[in-house]
């Protein structure tokens, strides 16, 4: 008897479409609710800017500029097209365009807010592509396991997975390239199976898997650690066969695998001048090559656990209260005491049959194989991926079919079916956490920060900050778009770019040059102020109140009045 025997109580054909529809109603749901309640931080202005065909440089630096100047990058353009957004892309980011080209298109379907690009198209987006992978990674664990119970099952983890959420609420290009991993595995499933029966692997499925991996790489150059990881599980399995038969390589299933590996670095190689070529690349990710020290060593691997928790389930550790924060941690734990070991039996039932067994271990290979990808990186290569949850988009698609196999063999008793609804509403609570903004909050705050310059300055503001990449402009953006949307009834704030290269003094001279010449008087905040303070600063008045910290802006407010030091 099949493990997988799912005898509904429906007998109509329509069973099963009408129960994904509602595993998709429910997931797209979530996905749109509180769409743009959180403001965008610096890689969503990266996508508007970029999507809408404008750039980054036109933003006058080591100037004191009004809001109005600072968000004409937001502004849509008639003229823009596809090509000005390849251009200004290859020039200032580290990106491939598939994603800001399909953008770019969308984003003109929706009128400006205040002017500006509308946020809710950019981000519905992704968040219509981030419910598409709800039939998709259905149709993913159908043909991995051949079960319309392990597709239902992972289908409904997807619709709630709070990860998946927060990756569909910005916009950004994670959704798209989750779809594109889906697909290639699928791909990678069906030649596996083909590869074990030495069979040949239809040229449908090669084709396709070179120009879904294309289309992948195209979309985000680390869907190249998918690639890699199905690769090393490739190794390992020609490792298992050549034991019984040293020829294997040269089997018809081996040679189409050559193909659509040649195929494939064709396809890849192709973008390595330019993203060799991009003086942006190193810059953008310096926050992931940071140097470590004492327990900062240990740090990845507390950042990994986390990120797989929250691939399952997220309750509010990030509420403002310290008691919900304490409670939800004291839930998460006795949660996952509870469900681990009937995850962990479900997938040994799953190996211990023999139509489950070979399926299993393939996907459990690329989860395994990829994480250990993450930690080579961060390790040996000095590139710290468990800093970036995002990056796990490599393999989570595997960690949904895996985990709705786990599920469905779980599922055949009554004590089984009652632990599987607790674990989706757990699951269901997790989604509202993210949509509600707590737990995966936004890095940038700037809402609450113009609430904060409100509250504690009453004359004219300037704004400075020290500036390396377009990041530090959308810093910037994301307070000067919160005083335009919002249409405070408050002095537009001037804000200040001082561009730093090498040497710090650089912005501290600029900033210098730049007070002498405003009128007082004026408070000055610097934020995210990277540089020593000049004497023009030392001679205004430090704020010495208590204030709150605001995530993504560190300050220091300075009241320069008419006779401080004049």
């Known amino acids: ?16 479409p009408l129960l ?15 769409l743009t309640t959180k403001p965008p931080w610096t890689d969503e202005f990266s996508t508007l800017v970029f999507s809408l065909g404008n750039s980054f440089l036109g933003v006058p630096l080591d100037q004191a500029i009004a809001p109005d100047i600072l968000l004409q990058p937001l502004q849509p353009q008639p003229a823009a097209n596809l090509h000005d957004v390849w ?16 953008a770019h298109l969308w984003m003109q379907l929706f009128p400006t807010q205040q002017g500006l690009v509308s946020l809710w198209g950019a981000r519905s987006l992704a968040a219509i592509l981030g ?26 983890m997807m619709a709630v997975s709070p990860y998946a959420i927060f990756l569909a609420q910005e916009a950004r290009h994670y959704s798209l390239v989750i779809l594109w991993v889906i697909a290639s595995l699928a791909c990678f499933v069906i030649a596996t199976r083909h590869i074990q029966n030495q069979t040949q692997i239809p040229i449908n499925i090669a084709l396709s898997w070179i120009i879904i991996n294309a289309l992948g790489i195209a979309t985000h ?3 190249v650690l998918t690639l890699l990881t199905e690769g090393l599980v490739l190794i390992v399995l020609a490792g298992q066969q050549i034991r019984t038969n040293p020829k294997v390589f040269l089997s018809p299933p081996w040679r189409r695998i050559y193909a659509v590996a040649l195929g494939t ?14 003086s942006y690349g190193e810059q953008l990710t310096d926050w992931i090559q940071q140097p470590r020290q004492g327990f900062a060593w ?19 550790v990030e509420a403002p209260q310290l008691l919900i924060v304490i409670a939800s941690g004291l839930v998460m734990l006795i949660f996952i005491i509870w469900a681990a070991p009937i995850l962990v ?111 504690t300055s009453q004359v004219p503001v300037l704004i400075a900050t020290t500036q390396v990449t377009h990041v530090q402009i959308g810093e910037m953006m994301g307070i000067a778009r919160e005083f335009r949307i919002r249409n405070i009834d408050f002095p537009s704030p001037l804000f200040l770019l001082a561009n730093q290269d090498h040497d710090p003094q650089i912005s501290t001279n600029t900033l210098e040059k730049t007070l002498n010449k405003l009128p007082r008087p004026f408070d000055l905040w610097l934020v995210n102020f990277h540089a020593p303070i000049g004497e023009s600063v030392k001679e205004c008045a430090s704020d010495t109140q208590s204030l709150p910290g605001v995530n993504g802006y560190e300050y220091k407010i300075y009241h320069c009045s008419s006779n401080s030091g004049r």
């Open 345 to 455: 039996r479900g997938l040994k039932a799953n190996l211990q049959q023999p139509e489950t067994r070979f399926v299993t271990q393939i996907l459990m290979g690329v989860v395994a194989y990829a994480i250990a990808l993450f930690f080579v990186f961060t390790y040996f290569l000095g590139i710290d991926l468990t800093r970036g949850a995002r990056y796990n988009f490599v393999y989570f698609p595997s960690v949904i079919a895996l985990l709705g196999a786990s599920l469905a063999a779980t599922w055949h008793s009554s004590q089984g079916k009652k632990a599987v609804i607790a674990i989706w509403l757990m699951g269901f609570i997790s989604a509202v956490t993210v949509i509600c903004n707590l737990g995966y909050q936004k890095y940038y705050r700037p809402d609450l920060f113009v609430k904060l310059i409100q509250q």
């Open 131 to 156: 419910a598409v992978s709800i039939p998709v990674i259905y149709v993913f664990s159908w043909i991995a396991f051949r079960s319309r119970l392990v597709g239902h099952l992972a289908a409904a």
């Open 20 to 34: 994904l529809l509602i595993w998709l109603i429910i997931g797209l749901g979530l996905r749109l609710t509180n």
């Open 1 to 16: 008897m099949r493990l997988y025997n799912w005898h509904s109580t429906i007998s109509s054909r329509w069973f099963h």
């Open 298 to 316: 240990l740090s990845p691997f507390f950042q990994a656990f986390a990120a797989w928790v929250t691939m399952l389930y997220l309750l509010p």
């Open 221 to 223: 150059y680390f869907f």
């Open 265 to 278: 670095f064709i396809a890849g190689i192709v973008w390595l001048p330019v993203f060799l070529q991009n």
């Open 87 to 102: 251009r200004h892309l290859s020039h200032e980011t580290n990106h491939p365009p598939i994603y800001f080209g399909l």
